[in-house]
T-cell receptor, first 112, second 114 residues
Framework: DAMVIQNPRYQVTQFGKPVTLSCSQT?????MYWYQQKSSQAPKLLFH???????NEADTPDNFQSRRPNTSFCFLDIRSPGLGDAAMYLC???????????FGQGTRLTVV | GESVGLHLPTLSVQEGDNSIINCAYS??????FIWYKQESGKGPQFIID?????DKRQGQRVTVLLNKTVKHLSLQIAATQPGDSAVYFC?????????????FGQGTTLQVKP
């Protein structure tokens, strides 16, 4: 019954090796968000989409990119992960800007 | 700049007592606010929301109060239970031209003592 599904739940990648995290939704929502959450911190917004319109936060590193090939799927690409990129990555969706956002369970990324 | 923050990083309460978690925001353009609960290793879970045309909204054991004059909102949990132990975040969704985005506050850890 999960509505926002993130895969994998745990991802280990090597320093500098590209990695892709995925998110899918069954809610047919227009808005999709990617957040980075480090230990004992609030989720930090990296990107969001309204349909195919992409919005990049000003302080999101160039090392992070995103793709949304269709309504249901969204991907977070980290081109050259550094140790500082180890975090929980959260995907969320909402029908529109000012409605409830539903979160996935997150992907815990470890960089070795 | 935009910021949503919480006053207290940790709140410890006795089981059965009421809990009040506070949040300050700075963006006067924010028109929608959400409280989320996050348990360890899980994604944030929606608790309750409120729009800027309201000052109070009640759910099951929870109440959110919004004071737009001082840009403050609070989450009240009645008869706090051990299962309420988690980190609580306030979040605002503010509009800017043709887009909006969900911004999270710092978070408050709620510890419920049996």
């Amino acid at each position: 019954d999960a509505m926002v599904i993130q895969n994998p739940r745990y991802q280990v990648t090597q320093f500098g090796k590209p990695v892709t995290l995925s998110c899918s939704q069954t809610l047919n929502h227009n808005v999709m968000y990617w957040y980075q959450q480090k230990s004992s911190q609030a989720p930090k917004l990296l990107f969001h989409y309204y349909d195919k319109d992409f919005n990049n936060e000003a302080d999101t590193p160039d090392n992070f990119q995103s793709r949304r090939p269709n309504t249901s799927f969204c991907f977070l690409d980290i081109r050259s992960p550094g140790l500082g990129d180890a975090a929980m990555y959260l995907c969320a969706t909402s029908g529109t800007w000012n409605t409830e956002a539903f979160f996935g369970q997150g992907t815990r990324l470890t960089v070795v | 700049g935009e910021s949503v923050g919480l006053h207290l990083p940790t709140l410890s309460v006795q089981e059965g007592d009421n809990s009040i978690i506070n949040c300050a925001y700075s963006n006067s353009a924010s028109d929608y606010f959400i409280w989320y609960k996050q348990e360890s290793g899980k994604g944030p879970q929606f608790i309750i929301d409120i729009r800027s045309n309201m000052d109070k909204r009640q759910g099951q054991r929870v109440t959110v109060l919004l004071n737009k004059t001082v840009k403050h909102l609070s989450l009240q949990i009645a008869a706090t239970q051990p299962g309420d132990s988690a980190v609580y975040f306030c979040a605002e969704n503010s509009r800017s031209s043709n887009t909006g985005k969900l911004i999270f506050g710092q978070g408050t850890t709620l510890q419920v003592k049996p």
